[in-house]
């Protein structure tokens, strides 16, 4: 027994055209990957590999020899790495190899019962290469040759340039919606539609993680009106574990008065219709009372399980430190965010409704997708823009009459999405009280009827981290 052990701990498989049925994957073309019996797990996790910065030549070797679980594991390994250096600390984290990822995608599956799927978007100089994985049927491997790490950064900056602007036009930024469209989502939608696959995880790589994934479009649907979309750093960097939301309280928190920054007057309604309209029971703390000490005495008190911070946060291209949320008396650097220990206990959500990311800049793309792992929340909906007040006023209260009964917090943020493209949430007719919109200032109050369709006001908000 001993022997057998021994030579199972040293010794790979090639598995050709085989099918291993208690994983549940299938290769269709040769892979070289090791295959321990069930009793020496233990020891891969124990030994497993530190992450690394990507070697672009053995992750190219491969994804030509097909060799997906190699390429996976390389990515996981190769973006952690970029997020840690960014972020100047060791992140909690699992390790899994590619099998082990579906199997998990299947837990998930059977305790959402929805189907999702892990898709990584891997520029290279040559080309994109895209990888799915979900619980059923094999690894798909898809090579964009049209698309690699130069062409890619430029459409994606010229679609958030063009977007960001609502007197934009959809001729300026429906081509670039498309052409990424083309590239990204696609290649797959034949596995994704066979697998009936509902919720996207995208793991991305550089140039594409500040990406307005729900903007993106097939030339009759935005993606979000298709897909439950989120973004991830990593699988192995990915809290998997969540409560049901219904029942929890909010500790709604945020600033409508700036010193050295633009002013949102539209916060005291903003806070007031999550926690005073019967929305969520919770705590507002506004102002003057909306320091880091209050909300770390709010948090010692009652464990809320939502936070909402309803102010500004600005992710620089510069280095973390340069990155922060304002509070009332202070700026609390992105690099500082774990301070605010929203693991313990554990924040299922944590919602940031003014965040503002600089454009196209590899460093603000991993402080924005990173926001999640950072803070300790499962989740992060965050803003790449700043949206104006009447827009992220009607999203949000949108938003969480939503997280009442939607099946999976994604599909929260994905119903209030494509009700706002449609034209259908107005301020007028949205779910904010009439005393509560008198209350507002009269030049918001003049926005009643203000157009809310352009995906100005919607596509900037994200959902980071954990989507179910």
Known sequence: MKQKIFIWRFLAIVCIGMTISSSGWIWSMPVLTAMPPAADLRLAKIARPKPQPINRQNLQRSLDRQDLVAAVRQVELGWQYQYEAYYEGKFKSQYFELPEIQQ??????????????????????????????????????????????????????????????????????????????????????????????????????TGLRGLPLAALHDGRQFLVERYNLAIIPAFNLLDRQSKTLPGLQVLAMGAAKFTNNTQLPAVPVELATITQQGSWSGRVLLNEAFTLNRFQQARAQTPYGIVHLATHADISAKAVQDSYIQFWDRRLQLDRVRDLRLDKPAVQLLVLSACRTALGTPNAEL??????????????????????????????????????????????????????????????????????????????????????????????????????
């Open 104 to 205: 998990k995608l299947a837990q998930i599956d059977r305790a959402t019962n929805t189907k999702s799927a892990l898709l990584y978007a891997v520029p290279l100089p040559n080309a994109l290469h895209l990888i799915l994985v979900s619980a059923q049927g094999k690894p798909i491997h898809k090579i964009v040759k049209d698309a690699n790490a130069k062409t890619l950064p430029v459409v994606a900056k010229t679609l958030r340039r063009n977007i960001i602007n609502p007197q934009t036009t959809n001729s300026e930024y429906l081509p670039p919606a498309q052409q990424l469209d083309r590239w990204m989502i696609q290649p797959i939608t034949a596995e994704l539609t066979a697998r009936k696959i509902k919720t996207i995880l995208f793991c991305l790589g």
């Open 367 to 468: 402080g924005f997708a990173g926001l999640a792992v950072q803070s300790g929340a499962k989740a992060v909906v965050a803003s790449l823009w700043a949206v104006d007040d009447v827009g992220t006023l009607v999203l949000m209260s949108e938003f969480y009459q939503q997280l009442k009964t939607a099946p999976v917090k994604s599909n929260a943020l994905r119903s209030t999405q494509i009700a706002m493209l449609k034209g259908n949430l107005k301020l007028s007719n949205s779910s904010i009280d009439r005393r509560a919109r008198g209350g507002l200032p009269s030049e918001l109050q003049s926005s009643q009827d203000l157009d809310l369709s352009h995906p100005y006001y919607w596509a900037a908000f994200t959902t980071i981290g954990n989507p179910w």
